[in-house]
């Protein structure tokens, strides 16, 4: 099974812009590994805010885009708000199973 | 509305079982694919498993730690789906999400102690 690896931790100041990563220890993350990511709260479910590398639910803030980037599939956070202040979680395919990664606390600050 | 309960968590004992279930709505749960995460005290999301739609071959996938133990099963005519975990150990205790990985229950909590 794939290890996928997040930041621990990131902060961004308010109005800033922030990049979280997801990595695999397999190899280059590519689109064929339906990256998603979701947005948790304390206290809260998680909620998804991208799928399939880049697209969005009806939900998601504008500011909030997904990518691959270096090898990796990324969230970019465009115009941080104190409310994005939560932990991140993104999830890949590997080999018919899903794997999250450790997940990224954020920081708005 | 889209929405997804979860139902059957509580108080288990080491080697003991549990079902949970989660009833949907407000989307074709046909189509489907349905999946269980898992979250102990304090920590991270974990990938426990998923079960395809019914025409894409109905199968399903588990996570390491609870393959062989947990089965993920399905009931199209009660827009229902399930997860049996047998042998449950104290590692297993966690809050319990069923998911499509665009929406979301609110989880049900599983605690497995003697």
């Known amino acids: 099974q794939a290890v996928v690896t997040q930041e621990p931790s990131l902060t961004v100041s308010p109005g800033g812009t922030v990049t979280l990563t997801c990595g695999s220890s397999?190899?280059?993350?590519?689109?064929?590994?339906?990256p998603s990511w979701f947005q948790q709260k304390p206290g809260q479910a998680p909620r998804t805010l991208i799928y399939d590398t880049s697209k969005k639910d009806s939900w998601t803030p504008a500011r909030f885009s997904g990518s691959l980037l270096g090898g990796k599939a990324a969230l970019t956070l465009s115009g941080a708000q104190p409310e994005d202040e939560a932990d991140y979680y993104c999830?890949?395919?590997?080999?018919?199973?899903?794997?999250f990664g450790g997940g990224t606390k954020l920081t708005v600050l | 509305e889209v929405q997804l309960v979860e139902s059957g968590g509580g108080l288990v004992k080491p080697g003991g079982s549990l079902r949970l279930s989660c009833a949907a709505s407000g989307f074709t749960f046909t189509n489907a694919w349905l999946t269980w995460v898992r979250q102990a005290p304090g920590k991270g999301l974990e990938w426990v498993g998923r079960i395809k739609s019914r025409t894409d071959g109905g199968t399903t996938d588990y996570a390491a730690p609870v393959k062989g133990r947990f089965t993920i099963s399905r009931d199209d005519s009660k827009n229902t789906f399930f997860l049996q975990m047998n042998s449950l150990k104290t590692e297993d205790t966690a809050v319990y999400y069923c998911?499509?990985?665009?929406?979301w229950g609110q989880g049900t909590l599983v605690t497995v102690s003697s």
């Open positions: 999830l890949l395919s590997d080999s018919g199973a899903r794997v």
């Open positions: 998911t499509t990985e665009n929406f």
């Open positions: 397999t190899g280059a993350v590519t689109s064929g590994h339906y």
